[in-house]
């Protein structure tokens, strides 16, 4: 069975950093490809983004530029660092297992997430 557990989030200000992490167990980490998702109160959940197996790397509109996508597969892990945070991050923060070419999440399973809150 796969688990995700995600961590990092927290309060910022806007213009501040968070650097999410995401733990992957009961899957062969480093042949998946891996996505932040996020969703908003009142929103439906959005992928912002994703990671290849070969470490290619796509980046919703809103965040490209801010935000940066890395994995280790070493540590079964996948990182989201976020610089420039704006109020609209605000959201709670999944990862899941995707399809990079169709980037939709192939894992019906879904952590706890981890709140990320940005304040102006």
């Known amino acids: 069975q796969v688990q995700l557990v995600e961590s990092g989030g927290g309060w910022a200000q806007a213009g501040g950093s968070l650097r999410l992490s995401c733990a992957a167990s009961?899957?062969?980490?480093?042949?998946?490809?891996m996505g932040w998702y996020r969703q908003a109160p009142g929103k439906q959940r959005e992928l912002v983004a994703a990671?290849?197996?070969?470490?290619?790397?796509y980046y919703v509109d809103s965040v490209k530029g801010r935000f940066t996508i890395s994995r280790d597969n070493a540590k079964n892990t996948v990182y989201l660092q976020m610089n420039s945070l704006k109020p609209e991050d605000t959201a709670i923060y999944y990862c899941?297992?995707?399809?990079?070419?169709?980037?939709?999440?192939?894992?019906?399973?879904w952590g706890q997430g981890t709140q990320v809150t940005v304040s102006s």
């Open positions: 990671i290849s197996s070969g470490d290619m790397k």
């Open positions: 899941n297992i995707i399809n990079y070419w169709r980037l939709i999440s192939l894992n019906d399973y």
């Open positions: 009961g899957t062969l980490f480093s042949i998946n490809a």
